[in-house]
């Protein structure tokens, strides 16, 4: 799968490839808190990243273009709406004579699936074209650099919480974003049952009126933000929640059969939903425990996506 896009600044460096992880992007916490007056939800969420990710290259050069490759390319759909082609053009709008490229993607997380993959990819091509222009990523307090983070917000309200690829709050409708929260790695299983589920149709499905707006809980953010031990931290995390579970199990039952799949491995400490499903996650002491949940997911499942990995 490829496609070229016409236009393009002038080549000013090498055109070595450049290569960045997408890493896959788990909401450990989302509360929705209302919806504004301009029809954004207002979300409440702790965003950490999983240590699996797709794979996305830059050969720097003229014109943009995007090839699509690897075992989920099929589920990215149409190249030309792809969000690594949208970052790129909403970068270029924002600084003239950027120098643009082929971009390759080898796309490894299912789509649709509430890990921000294609978000995450978004962010992955903002962060390599920054590289082959010379583009600073943070200014000289660490803050994510302006213009970058407008092109960001501009691509999708997930993008710029990945730029990073750091734990953090995630408010508003995602552009506001609070100062790295450092997490210990909390080995995990991801699973999904095998089905799309778009973002929108499940904020339809909440239903929630314009109206008036919540406060976060400040009071778990302050008990998480610095626990370091990871059976505590997942002990705090459990007194959240995920308020798009409910209209996403309306609308796909099969998550909560994956739900209560990985509910009953006698390891798991927690399990939730990540972002607007169909991913579930569940949350382990140990790494072993994690793998051997993988393994007996998969022997009976053997349908299902379903990794080990780590969280943080």
């Known amino acids: 799968m490829a496609a ?25 916490t989302l509360a929705v808190l209302g919806r504004r007056a301009d029809g954004f939800h207002v979300l409440d969420s702790l965003v950490a990243f999983a240590d699996i990710a797709d ?22 759909g149409s190249i030309g709406d792809n969000l690594v082609l949208k970052a790129a053009r909403a970068l270029a709008e924002r600084h003239d004579g950027l120098m643009l490229g082929h971009f390759r993607l080898d796309k490894r997380l299912p789509a649709a699936a509430g890990i921000g993959g294609g978000s ?10 920054a590289r082959a222009n010379g583009l600073p990523l943070t200014d000289k307090k660490g803050s994510i650099e302006e213009t970058v983070l407008a092109a960001a917000r501009a691509t999708g309200s997930d993008v710029p919480v990945c730029l990073q690829g750091v734990s953090r709050w995630m408010r508003g409708a995602g552009e506001t974003l609070s100062v790295p929260v450092p997490l210990p790695p909390l080995p995990a ?22 109206g008036s ?16 031990r990871p059976a505590a931290l997942i002990g705090h995390l459990d007194r959240g929640r995920n308020d798009l579970e409910p209209p996403a199990l309306a609308l796909r039952p099969a998550i909560g059969e994956a739900l209560a799949v990985l509910r009953d491995q006698p390891a798991c400490r927690l399990a939730r939903m990540s972002g607007s499903g169909a991913t579930v996650f569940g949350l382990f002491e140990t790494a072993e425990t994690a793998v051997a949940a993988r ?6 499942r053997p349908g299902w996506w379903v990794v080990d990995t780590a969280i943080g």
């Open 4 to 28: 070229d896009v016409p236009g393009a600044g002038e080549a000013r460096v090498s055109p070595a490839r450049l290569s960045e992880k997408a890493r896959a992007k788990v909401n450990l």
């Open 55 to 76: 794979e996305l290259s830059l050969e720097p050069g003229p014109g943009l273009s995007l090839e699509v490759f690897g075992p989920r390319a099929e589920e990215t």
């Open 120 to 129: 995450s990819d978004a962010a992955a091509a903002l962060r390599l074209l």
């Open 189 to 210: 299983v991801l699973l999904n049952p095998g089905i799309a589920t778009p973002t929108a149709d499940v904020f339809r499905a909440l239903a929630l009126p314009v």
């Open 213 to 228: 707006v919540a406060s976060p809980d400040l009071s778990l953010a302050a008990t998480i933000e610095g626990e370091r």
């Open 295 to 300: 393994q007996a997911i998969a022997r009976h």
